[in-house]
Every structure is written in structure tokens, then in C-alpha cells.
């Protein structure tokens, strides 16, 4: 069935340094996937999106690449900032449902 | 734009009682959720509504009802609150069951 895995637990990495979050997906249909950055004390909010048209979708200095033919999602940023600190989600929209990640903690360190 | 307003912020109870944690909505969106998240963990589904009057049963409904008495309004009920259902929990919606997700800003449970 449909699923998404995600790089789980506690990442810390060190500022300027390059950040990389794994996700991979199970997907029935066309893939439609997402991350959500969630800040300490704030709400979730959507941080990327993938296109069907091969987009590479960037926002922040963040962006993912959808790949079919490995099923990956992967979250990239080339240098990591103090700010970067919080909780990632991946999230995967199937067919019939959605399903959440259990999330990537990134803290940067100076 | 538009907002999402959760109520109570804060909400204590005792043990054993039943809870009623409140939503609503003005994006005009479908679909609604509730989230449970624990102290330092991840987000998990215990319900979600695609239209006024559906209920979809998440990974952790077992100890909640919910209703959709409304498009703009989804409602959670602890049914019987526990310690260990101590969290905060998220309201979302979004235009359709596919799409981006917004959030609100959260109700802490304290059970006492």
C-alpha cells in the first residue's frame, strides 16, 4: 500500500554545512508529495511541494527533487542556517488517504 | 487568506472525563483534520472529514469522536481523557484531501 519513510529522529549538523533529509514513498498512483516545517512552539506549516511536470520546486534556499525511479523525496539545502532548526515532515497524498512522516528533528549547531 | 481557530488554547480536565476541543475554519476548504502530537514527537492522524458530515478514521481515533456539524467547524472529543493523552492538538484543513494542509494554532490537554 501507500506509504512514506523519512529520515527518523535527531539530525545536528553544523552551520554552512550542507543539509540532506531522506524520504522515500510507496505510491499505488502518481506521487504527490510534500514537506512541512514545523518550528518550536509553531504550527506546522508547508515548507515544499512536488510538480508533476518535473518542476524542482525551491523555496527558503530548500528544495526536493522528485524521482520516480528511485521514489524519493529528498529535502536539500546547500548551506545549513541556525534558523533551519526544527521539525521536517514528509508527506505522501495516495490514492485513497495521506500519510505523514514521523518526522526529522534538525538542529544546527554553530 | 484565511485563518484557523482552535478552542480552547489551554484545556484541563480530570481523569476520566470528556473533552470537547473545537475548530474552525474560513478558507472556505473540504477537508478538515485533528492531529495529536506528543512532546517532541511527530504528528498522527485521529480523524479527518471531506465534507460536511463525513468522518474518516485516523491511525489513533480510539478514545476520540469527532463531528462535522458544519463545512467551517470540525469537532474532537476525548471521550474518556488519560494521562497519557497529555499533547497538543492540531487542527488542519485543506481544499481537498490531496492538498496542502493549513494548520491552526493548537490546543494543550493537560489531564490531571
Known amino acids: 500500500g501507500d506509504s512514506v519513510t523519512q529520515t527518523e529522529g535527531l539530525v545536528t549538523l553544523t552551520e554552512g554545512l550542507p543539509v540532506m533529509l531522506n524520504c522515500t514513498y510507496q505510491s499505488t498512483y502518481s506521487p504527490f508529495l510534500f514537506w512541512y516545517v514545523q518550528h518550536l512552539n509553531e504550527a506546522p506549516k508547508l515548507l515544499l511541494k512536488s510538480f508533476t511536470d518535473n518542476k524542482r520546486p525551491e523555496h527558503q534556499g530548500f528544495h526536493a527533487t522528485l524521482h520516480k525511479s528511485s521514489s524519493s523525496f529528498h529535502l536539500q539545502k546547500s548551506s545549513a542556517q541556525l534558523s533551519d532548526s526544527a521539525l521536517y515532515y514528509c508527506v505522501n497524498t495516495g490514492y485513497q488517504n495521506f500519510y505523514f512522516g514521523k518526522g526529522t528533528s534538525l538542529t544546527v549547531i554553530p | 487568506g484565511g485563518i484557523i481557530t482552535q478552542t480552547p488554547k489551554f484545556l484541563i480536565g480530570q481523569e476520566g472525563q470528556k473533552l470537547t476541543l473545537k475548530c474552525q475554519q474560513n478558507?472556505?476548504?473540504?477537508?478538515m483534520y485533528w492531529y495529536r502530537q506528543d512532546s517532541g514527537k511527530g504528528l498522527r492522524l485521529i480523524y479527518y472529514s471531506i465534507t460536511e458530515n463525513d468522518l474518516q478514521k485516523g491511525d489513533l481515533s480510539e478514545g476520540y469522536d469527532a463531528s462535522r456539524e458544519k463545512k467551517s467547524s470540525f469537532s474532537l472529543t476525548v471521550t474518556s481523557a488519560q494521562k497519557n493523552e497529555m499533547a497538543v492538538f492540531l487542527c488542519?484543513?485543506?481544499?481537498?484531501?490531496?492538498?496542502?494542509?493549513?494548520f491552526g494554532p493548537g490546543t494543550r490537554l493537560t489531564v490531571l
Open positions: 478558507f472556505n476548504h473540504d477537508t
Open positions: 488542519a484543513s485543506s481544499r481537498d484531501r490531496g492538498g496542502e494542509q493549513y
